[in-house]
């Protein structure tokens, strides 16, 4: 990975933090907030049988973390490209 200069590679670094960073809360929000704080205002929706602060904090986390990896790798890939670091 070779950037033009120092002030390519901060870019590119603040960038990845950002969205980092952005991620992280989304994450936070879904699994602290829905499954933790919200749960009893959740709790008067059901899916499925099972009452919706259940299933954020059992299965919305995961989930979401999981979609979050693919955010965040798409977005990498994209990153990579417009700084011109990528593999290809």
Excluded at 37 to 46: G, K, P, R, Y
Excluded at 51 to 66: N, P, R, V
């Amino acid at each position: 990975m070779a950037f033009q200069s120092k002030e390519h590679a901060k870019a590119y670094w603040d960038r990845n933090v950002k969205l980092m960073i952005s991620l992280l809360i989304v994450w936070f929000v879904v699994s602290f907030g829905c499954g933790i704080l919200f749960v009893d205002a959740l709790n008067t929706i059901q899916i499925g049988g099972y009452k919706l602060g259940f299933w954020f904090a059992q299965q919305g986390s995961i989930y979401t973390f999981l979609g979050i990896i693919f955010v965040y790798t798409k977005q990498m890939r994209k990153l990579d490209r417009e700084f011109g670091v990528d593999d290809e």
